[in-house]
């Protein structure tokens, strides 16, 4: 299994991004796909999530201006990203909760993406 995000890059304060993410391989359940970030000396935050049936929750610090989504059919995630500020400069990651093969649900992780806003 893996996950591969795309849509990182520079981007001007008040500008935005989408970030996709698509996981690929044998997946026979995929649960709750969330997007996390991690800014250079902070901890590795949930930025946004969403559940196979679409709820969807988000940090208090991105409430408003970002947006999770899914492709269920594509096994993809989305994050619309407006508004940007430049404290939302961070590397990005994908996480997926999925069943593949074996009985259990596993978290998987893509490699990251970098977001960086400039002032």
């Known amino acids: 299994v893996q996950l591969v995000e795309s849509g990182g890059g520079l981007v001007q304060a008040g500008g935005s991004l989408r970030l996709s993410c698509a996981a690929s391989?044998?997946?026979?359940?995929?649960?709750?796909m969330s997007w996390y970030r991690q800014a250079p000396g902070k901890q590795r935050e949930r930025v946004a999530a969403?559940?196979?049936?679409?709820?969807?929750n988000y940090a208090d610090s991105v409430k408003g201006r970002f947006t999770i989504s899914r492709d269920n059919a594509k096994n993809t995630v989305y994050l619309e990203m407006n508004s940007l500020k430049p404290e939302d400069t961070a590397v990005y990651y994908c996480?997926?909760?999925?069943?593949?093969?074996?009985?259990?649900?596993?978290?998987?992780w893509g490699q990251g993406t970098q977001v960086t806003v400039s002032s």
């Open positions: 969403i559940t196979s049936f679409g709820s969807t």
């Open positions: 391989g044998i997946i026979f359940s995929l649960n709750t």
């Open positions: 996480n997926a909760a999925l069943r593949s093969d074996s009985p259990s649900f596993v978290s998987y």
